[in-house]
């Protein structure tokens, strides 16, 4: 199993809108609804954003949505804000019991 | 909470234990899984372990080298490592998972193979 596939890097500026995107295979992203996505500020762990492609955890702002056509999963980010700024990694089932993850998108507030 | 211990500079060819203590929710009833993070690096799943301890999955390059346990009883999550390499430098996070995701993170232990 591959890593799922991200740009390394997205940038905006306050209030407007970045879409990150997560390519994988039919084998995974395509084959299942079981994309998450996540937020990582430097030193902290990961936090849950996206679970089941578009459904949020309890807590998590309605500004973070998450939608998927065929093999590309994508996050967007609506109404930057600077603590936005953090690392965003995907994940996907990818069946056979493996999961795998995106390599991380380094989100920056400009 | 989760609360990862264990983590420690090894030499390779040598072998480390990880736990994991949890608290503040049903621990038999989870699915709970490692995930590791080299040094600047992304994320990477690890092993999986079902609630009662009967299924056990694991990431091809750690299967025969590593062994994920648990024991209900003392609400801990382990990680057996043995026959470690340098590729295996790595913070690893003890998780839970829910509905396919994974939704509650400890704050991870670095492990660290180097001669």
């Known amino acids: 199993q591959s890593a799922l596939t991200q740009p390394p890097s997205a940038s905006g500026s306050p209030g407007q809108s970045v879409t990150i995107s997560c390519t994988g295979t039919?084998?995974?992203?395509?084959?299942?609804?079981?994309v998450s996505w996540y937020q990582q500020h430097p030193g902290k762990a990961p936090k849950l954003l996206i679970y089941e492609v578009y459904k949020w955890p309890s807590g998590v702002p309605d500004r973070f949505s998450g939608s998927k056509s065929g093999n590309t999963a994508s996050l967007t980010v609506s109404g930057l804000q600077a603590e936005d700024e953090a690392d965003y990694y995907c994940s996907s089932y990818a069946g056979s019991n493996h999961w795998v993850f995106g390599g991380g998108t380094k989100l920056t507030v400009l | 909470q989760l609360v990862e211990s264990g983590g420690d500079l090894v030499q390779p060819g040598g072998s480390l234990r990880l736990s994991c203590a949890a608290s503040g929710f049903t621990f038999s009833g989870y699915w709970m899984i490692w995930v590791r993070q080299a040094p600047g690096k992304g994320l990477e799943w690890v092993a999986h372990?079902?609630?009662?301890?009967?299924?056990?999955y694991y990431v091809d390059s750690v299967k025969g080298r590593f062994t994920v346990s648990r024991d209900n009883a003392k609400n801990s999550l382990y990680l057996q490592m043995n026959s470690l390499r340098a590729e295996d430098t790595a913070v690893y996070y003890c998780?839970?998972?829910?509905?396919?995701?994974?939704?509650?993170w400890g704050q991870g232990t670095l492990v660290t193979v180097s001669s």
């Open positions: 998780v839970r998972e829910t509905s396919w995701s994974f939704d509650f």
């Open positions: 372990i079902k609630g009662d301890g009967s299924v056990k």
């Open positions: 039919s084998s995974d992203v395509g084959g299942y609804n079981h």
